[in-house]
DNA sequence: GGCGCTATCGCAACCGAATTCGATTGCTCA
DNA sequence: TGAGCAATCGAATTCGGTTGCGATAGCGCC
């Protein structure tokens, strides 16, 4: 069960789940899996790791290098995006290309989520969809192939900028 | 009905329908496009035009710049994506973000699609499934946002691939 | 057909996002 | 505490794609 105000479901639509992984467990993780693989824990990196984890979803290089700047101005911008790819190694975030420009950054949640997007405003929307994912099942049975993975991403205008025209 | 040995149909998939529009027809609605916004047909133009409409599907740029050198060695790469550029705001192709790397172009057809993406071998499979179409108009619903696109792609590993493992 | 306007061409320089390189720093564990 | 090697920094490089500019060539008009 979604705890309250953190998401909730229209008809079968599941919006906005979050993940209940708070961000100190995902710390002790990354450090897990960095020992496991024998690399190190540095203070750049946890900087970097832990700016993600609180600031959350679909955040750009460009705005984790900034955010990380204020608490340790010292950090690269190279040093971001080694981090990232590390962390996308450790299996601790996803790495989105949405349509234009640089990619975007999201924690590894427990659920599975596609997304819409709003072309006016940019802003992003999860959310679940159960029937989607099995038709997606049965296209791959169909086509004989097996499936990985997949990307469905919807593209619109989001109802507050449908609000903002009609007031204009 | 789609004409034998262009598509079929597995289940509710329809698989790789191709458009019935020739590549003539195609030259001559760009020529009256551009006429239509003051703009020149030229021998670049049409070369480069012409190579992508008979090749058809999911070309790079790069293949298809390495294609028109063959017919015109004097084109440059600018004009490749200036041209591709033009034709796409003749809503004459779409052009593709797939994963990684660079976009790929496809020739505009009377139908929607989405596409499976062999990881292993590139090979890209067009497919309809009305389905997964009407759940995404009921998941804008839910949402309460409108809809102007949508990209649906599934990545994984094709049948052949699948086949040449097992009998490695 | 020839004139002239102006869009177009090809080249090279440029752009933004991301990665790599070489020299230096600094963890970590004995 | 110090050896050894991974991690860091910042600049340079790569990659896909775009743009500026002088030269060229369509196309409408006579």
Redesign the interface.
């Known amino acids: 069960m979604p705890r309250p105000g953190e998401s909730h479901s229209?008809?079968?639509?599941v919006?906005d789940r979050k993940p209940a992984i708070s961000a100190e467990q995902r710390m002790l993780t990354f450090h897990t899996r960095l020992k496991e693989r024998g690399l190190k824990s540095t203070g750049q990196r946890d900087d970097i790791a832990r700016v993600f984890f609180d600031h959350g979803h679909h955040i750009s290089a460009e705005e984790l290098y900034a955010e990380v700047k204020k608490i340790n101005p010292h950090v690269g911008y190279a040093t971001i995006y080694r981090t990232l790819r590390l962390l996308k190694e450790c299996a601790l975030l996803y790495e989105r290309?949405f349509?234009e420009g640089q990619a975007r950054y999201e924690a590894v949640g427990e659920r599975h989520h596609d997304h819409?997007i709003?072309?006016r405003c940019g802003r992003i929307?999860e959310?679940e969809?159960a029937?989607?994912e099995r038709?997606?099942n049965?296209?791959?049975?169909?086509?004989?192939?097996?499936?990985?993975?997949?990307?469905?991403?919807?593209?619109?205008?989001?109802?507050d900028c449908?609000h903002a025209q009609q007031s204009m």
């Open positions: 229209v008809g079968h639509t919006i290309h349509d819409f709003c072309e929307i959310f969809n029937a989607i038709m997606q049965i296209v791959a049975r169909d086509l004989g192939v097996t499936l990985t993975r997949h990307k469905m991403e919807l593209y619109g205008i989001c109802s449908h």
